[in-house]
């Protein structure tokens, strides 16, 4: 089993960056697809970016070129670096893992991932 905890979330100004973080622990994270999803109040939960086991990433054309997510197999952690920020980012950012890939279109899909993360607060006002 998987254990995700997301940490980094908070406050920012609109025009603001800040960089989530997501440890795992429980599965070789290597071997891992993983991705950030968020969640506005009464929205769904969207995928905002997801990287492979090879380093391939993918974002929806929502945050193109302001977010970047990497991931550091050697600390068992994933990030999002969040550049300019809005007010329409505001949401809960979830980190999402799993071990097996339905393919490279589904990557920002919920479907995709089985292990999810509990959730940190991103607020841009």
């Known amino acids: 089993h998987v254990q995700l905890v997301e940490s980094g979330g908070g406050s920012v100004q609109a025009g603001g960056s800040l960089r989530l973080s997501c440890a795992a622990s429980?599965?070789?994270?290597?071997?891992?697809?993983m991705a950030w999803f968020r969640r506005a109040t009464g929205g769904e939960r969207e995928g905002v970016a997801a990287?492979?086991?090879?380093?391939?990433?993918v974002y929806p054309y929502s945050v193109n070129d302001r977010f970047t997510v990497s991931r550091d197999n050697a600390k068992n952690t994933e990030y999002l670096q969040m550049d300019s920020l809005r007010p329409e980012d505001t949401a809960m950012y979830y980190c999402?893992?799993?071990?097996?890939?339905?393919?490279?279109?589904?990557?920002?899909?919920?479907?995709?991932?089985?292990?999810w993360g509990q959730g940190t607060q991103v607020t841009v006002s």
């Open positions: 999402a893992a799993d071990r097996y890939c339905l393919g490279t279109s589904l990557l920002l899909t919920v479907q995709e991932y089985t292990e």
């Open positions: 990287i492979d086991t090879t380093g391939h990433t």
């Open positions: 429980g599965y070789d994270f290597s071997v891992l697809y």
